[in-house]
């Protein structure tokens, strides 16, 4: 569940009043104003200033994620430099390995129509192509007649640009700067990114990501691989996180010390879903062996 915010003592009631019970399932609170707060919930910064985007680097390093409030930054830079300061904070977001959020306006007119214009269609499109994590609708499904359509349309117009974007262009180049911060962490990341690279190439179906943290998850989500990424957590809180993220789907898991256990009790749940099939070709890596295995499901 995500919130928006826009000053302190909105935060305050909300931290107050819904974040204090966790039954409520918060995840992230996406705020204008950032401020430190004592509770395990992500903050996602909104880029809506000519300020923000003086600072996006710092900003973007200093919170979990960040959204690009279209309407609000239209009304502080000139309206043609919106669509390349979307750009440069998805990039950025990516470089930083940290979600972004496209919002405000994507299908504005189905709060009074129950179709799209074809301006906004190509306006989700781009987004998409942009490789968002996330887009977001507001004012259609806060207050729109046609919520539920508006969000088809959202769904299907990704889904189809997703699938042109694996058909089209395959093999994105990966050119993306190392973020880690400690030995462990840059082993972590030249085995997601050896695995991406490797699913691509050799057209597996499926990456498997076992990890404690979610770490690892998001490294493999922003590779952008060809192929779905199952991640699976022991936490609750993570494998909500882990939702946000491109590509990932997660599922809670209780691991086992052994790791052929791990992967026979995957294997069967995704089955039973239809999610997977025997003989189709996976790759596997985790955070806890710091390993990377390609195998077929039995």
Same mark, same amino acid.
């Given at each position: 569940?995500?919130?928006?915010?826009?000053?302190?003592?909105?935060?305050?009631?909300?931290?107050?009043?819904?974040?204090?019970?966790?039954?409520?399932?918060?995840?992230?609170?996406?705020?204008?104003?950032?401020?430190?707060?004592?509770?395990?919930?992500?903050?996602?910064?909104?880029?809506?200033?000519?300020?923000?985007?003086?600072?996006?680097?710092?900003?973007?390093?200093?919170?979990?994620?960040?959204?690009?409030?279209?309407?609000?930054?239209?009304?502080?830079?000139?309206?043609?430099?919106?669509?390349?300061?979307?750009?440069?904070?998805?990039?950025?977001?990516?470089?930083?390995?940290?979600?972004?959020?496209?919002?405000?306006?994507? @299908?504005? #007119?189905?709060?009074?129509?129950?179709? +799209?214009?074809? %301006?906004?269609?190509?306006?989700? &499109?781009?987004?998409? $192509?942009?490789?968002?994590?996330?887009?977001?609708?507001?004012?259609?499904?806060?207050?729109?007649?046609?919520?539920?359509?508006?969000?088809?349309?959202?769904?299907?117009?990704?889904?189809?640009?997703?699938?042109?974007?694996?058909?089209?262009?395959?093999?994105?180049?990966?050119?993306?700067?190392?973020?880690?911060?400690?030995?462990?962490?840059?082993?972590?990341?030249?085995?997601?990114?050896?695995?991406?690279?490797?699913?691509?190439?050799?057209?597996?179906?499926?990456?498997?990501?076992?990890?404690?943290?979610?770490?690892?998850?998001? @490294?493999? #989500?922003?590779?952008?691989?060809?192929? +779905?990424?199952? %991640?699976?957590?022991?936490?609750? &809180?993570?494998?909500? $996180?882990?939702?946000?993220?491109?590509?990932?789907?997660?599922?809670?898991?209780?691991?086992?010390?052994?790791?052929?256990?791990?992967?026979?009790?995957?294997?069967?749940?995704?089955?039973?879903?239809?999610?997977?099939?025997?003989?189709?070709?996976?790759?596997?890596?985790?955070?806890?062996?710091?390993?990377?295995?390609?195998?077929?499901?039995?």
């Amino acid at each position: 569940m995500v919130f928006r915010v826009g000053n302190w003592w909105s935060v305050k009631f909300w931290m107050d009043w819904w974040c204090g019970d966790e039954s409520l399932g918060v995840v992230f609170l996406a705020l204008s104003l950032i401020a430190l707060l004592k509770v395990d919930i992500a903050v996602i910064a909104k880029i809506e200033s000519i300020d923000s985007l003086k600072n996006l680097e710092e900003i973007i390093q200093a919170s979990d994620g960040a959204m690009v409030a279209r309407g609000d930054l239209g009304a502080q830079i000139p309206l043609e430099q919106v669509p390349s300061a979307q750009q440069r904070i998805v990039q950025q977001c990516r470089h930083l390995n940290k979600p972004v959020i496209v919002a405000s306006q994507l @299908l504005e #007119s189905m709060i009074e129509y129950p179709t +799209p214009t074809r %301006a906004e269609v190509a306006d989700v &499109s781009e987004a998409v $192509r942009q490789r968002a994590d996330a887009l977001m609708l507001s004012g259609e499904s806060a207050m729109g007649l046609f919520p539920e359509k508006a969000l088809a349309v959202l769904r299907s117009v990704s889904v189809r640009i997703e699938k042109w974007w694996r058909e089209e262009k395959r093999h994105e180049a990966m050119e993306l700067p190392d973020t880690a911060s400690s030995f462990s962490d840059s082993i972590s990341e030249q085995i997601c990114n050896s695995a991406a690279k490797m699913a691509n190439n050799l057209a597996v179906d499926a990456l498997f990501v076992y990890t404690k943290t979610g770490h690892m998850a998001s @490294l493999l #989500s922003r590779c952008r691989p060809d192929c +779905p990424i199952f %991640a699976f957590t022991s936490t609750i &809180s993570v494998r909500r $996180r882990l939702n946000l993220q491109w590509g990932l789907i997660p599922f809670r898991l209780s691991f086992s010390d052994d790791m052929e256990s791990n992967l026979n009790r995957t294997f069967s749940l995704l089955k039973a879903r239809g999610m997977i099939k025997s003989g189709d070709l996976v790759i596997a890596v985790s955070d806890m062996l710091q390993s990377i295995q390609v195998m077929n499901v039995p």
